[in-house]
């Protein structure tokens, strides 16, 4: 039975989420706020996913979220009353995979954490890309640059990989939201254009070298003459 962290200082809603939950066939787990969370995150190692609340006290979402990103790529979605653009943009920033506002459908959750799962589940071979200092691998879900783990959101592993899989291919925006993000989703696909963004960051002098942006297009891993992919 996977493990799932609710995390939201509203009792009400950490009992309606986890009821669906169990009926759903997961163990949740209740926390009232992030710095709760993040323990009870450390006492199960084998959580599969957490659902943060952004406005919680002691630790807001936000934070929760950051300081999990500095220890795992577990997926995580992001509860949030307020509809306002700029808590999308934190919540991403912060490392989330998903993002839902209240009030909302249990049902429509339970499905959005069905596809974050599936997406992180379907990575299950042993394959592993390597393009110059960079190796991918797929059975351990893991991405090493010059033998040093890099810490990726879900998201962001799932557009290296989609990317690294298929090199000098363009994929476009609208591609890359329905293959990683689901038809169902309904945010801007400015989405993909932020976490490319980050994920080249976080890559540095390898991500500014071989993501390439396809101006009006989408992106593409560009392989040179002199490199080598396995």
Same mark, same amino acid.
């Given at each position: 039975m996977k493990k799932i962290i609710v995390a939201d200082d509203e009792e009400l809603i950490r009992n309606l989420v986890s009821d669906f939950l169990i009926k759903e066939g997961f163990e949740p787990l209740k926390a009232s706020d992030g710095e709760e +969370?993040? +323990?009870l995150f450390d006492e199960n190692p084998d959580v599969a996913l957490l659902i943060l609340d952004i406005m919680m006290p002691n630790m807001d979402g936000w934070e929760a979220c950051r300081k999990l990103r500095e220890k795992s790529n577990v997926p995580v979605i992001m %509860? /949030? +009353?307020r509809s306002q653009e700029f808590d999308e943009l934190m919540g991403f920033e912060a490392g989330a995979d998903d993002y839902v506002t209240k009030p909302f459908s249990p049902s429509v959750l339970m499905k959005r954490i069905a596809a974050l799962l599936r997406r992180e589940n379907s990575s299950t071979a042993s394959d592993v890309l390597v393009l110059d200092n960079l190796e991918l691998n797929q059975g351990a879900h893991s991405v090493t640059l010059d033998g040093k783990p890099v810490s990726l959101t879900l998201k962001e592993y799932s557009i290296l990989l989609k990317l690294l899989s298929m090199s000098d &291919? $363009?994929? /476009? &925006?609208?591609? %890359?939201l329905d293959d990683i993000w689901g038809y169902d989703f309904y945010g801007d696909i &400015? /989405? $993909?254009?932020?976490? $490319?963004a980050r994920l080249r960051t976080k890559l540095g002098a390898w991500g500014m070298k071989y993501i390439k942006t396809i101006y009006g297009t989408g992106y593409k891993i560009e392989v040179n003459a002199n490199d080598g992919k396995n």
């Amino acid at each position: 039975m996977k493990k799932i962290i609710v995390a939201d200082d509203e009792e009400l809603i950490r009992n309606l989420v986890s009821d669906f939950l169990i009926k759903e066939g997961f163990e949740p787990l209740k926390a009232s706020d992030g710095e709760e +969370a993040l +323990a009870l995150f450390d006492e199960n190692p084998d959580v599969a996913l957490l659902i943060l609340d952004i406005m919680m006290p002691n630790m807001d979402g936000w934070e929760a979220c950051r300081k999990l990103r500095e220890k795992s790529n577990v997926p995580v979605i992001m %509860l /949030t +009353a307020r509809s306002q653009e700029f808590d999308e943009l934190m919540g991403f920033e912060a490392g989330a995979d998903d993002y839902v506002t209240k009030p909302f459908s249990p049902s429509v959750l339970m499905k959005r954490i069905a596809a974050l799962l599936r997406r992180e589940n379907s990575s299950t071979a042993s394959d592993v890309l390597v393009l110059d200092n960079l190796e991918l691998n797929q059975g351990a879900h893991s991405v090493t640059l010059d033998g040093k783990p890099v810490s990726l959101t879900l998201k962001e592993y799932s557009i290296l990989l989609k990317l690294l899989s298929m090199s000098d &291919r $363009v994929f /476009t &925006r609208e591609q %890359l939201l329905d293959d990683i993000w689901g038809y169902d989703f309904y945010g801007d696909i &400015r /989405t $993909v254009d932020s976490h $490319v963004a980050r994920l080249r960051t976080k890559l540095g002098a390898w991500g500014m070298k071989y993501i390439k942006t396809i101006y009006g297009t989408g992106y593409k891993i560009e392989v040179n003459a002199n490199d080598g992919k396995n």
